[in-house]
């Protein structure tokens, strides 16, 4: 069965710091790969997703992820946090039959100046 | 396009009480879905639809009954509210199955007393 794993359920960098949150996903086929933004008090936003094309994925807001089969990772990056990035985050993996999509536990983001 | 719409935001009840939380969404999608977020257990599937007439479960569909009889609107009933059901409840639709953009609503934020 698919599965992901966000590691670090609390990040925090200061402005202008390297985003680094991580993933690890569990799948016996070719996963669809995505990550979704949370800001407070409102629904999720698709950052990015990958669909068995190019490994490094670009997205919105400056975020790119990489997906890495050796190492069944998907983590996403951003050179430079700015205030704007605090959020949830949550990564997630599309189940064999397309019938759920499951989510990680999420990484909550904090940036200070 | 207002994307897609729940109500009510915000709502109390008692245990034992049911209620129906709304979904709607303008963008013709098939796809449907239900998803509660509790803290630090990310977001879980409670029931989905394919399409107008089809509609099943998810991960934790206990307690929740949903119907579709129309493309635009997704309800979810809660028969009798327990407080174990306190979350916030987000509705998402998508064009395809899931390894597709899902595009959320704002949540509705329930609490069982």
């Known amino acids: 069965a698919q599965s992901v794993t966000q590691l670090g359920s609390h990040v925090s960098v200061s402005e202008g710091a390297l985003v680094l949150l991580r993933c690890n996903y569990s799948s016996s086929v070719p996963p669809y790969l995505f990550w979704y933004v949370q800001y407070p008090n409102q629904g999720l936003q698709l950052l990015l997703k990958?669909?068995?094309?190019?490994?490094l994925v670009k997205g919105i807001n400056g975020f790119e992820a990489e997906f890495k089969k050796s190492e069944t990772s998907f983590h996403l990056t951003k050179p430079s946090a700015h205030m704007s990035d605090a959020a949830e985050y949550f990564c997630?993996?599309?189940?064999?039959?397309?019938?759920?999509?499951?989510f990680g536990k999420g990484t909550t983001l904090s940036v200070s100046s | 396009n207002a994307g897609v719409t729940q109500t009510p935001k915000f709502q109390v009840l008692k245990t034992g009480q049911s209620m129906t939380l709304q979904c709607a969404q303008d963008m013709n999608h098939e796809y449907m879905s239900w998803y509660r977020q509790d803290p630090g257990m990310g977001l879980r599937l409670i029931h989905y639809?394919?399409?107008?007439?089809?509609?099943d479960q998810g991960e934790v569909p206990n307690g929740y009954n949903v119907s579709r009889s129309t493309t635009e609107d997704f309800p979810l009933r809660l028969l009798s509210a327990a407080p174990s059901q306190t979350s916030v409840y987000f509705c998402?639709?998508?064009?395809?199955?899931?390894?597709?953009?899902?595009?959320f609503g704002p949540g509705t934020r329930l609490l069982v007393l």
């Open positions: 990958y669909t068995s094309a190019a490994t």
């Open positions: 997630a993996v599309r189940n064999q039959a397309g019938t759920a999509l499951i």
């Open positions: 998402a639709s998508s064009w395809g199955d899931f390894g597709e953009t899902q595009y």
């Open positions: 639809s394919v399409g107008a007439g089809i509609t």
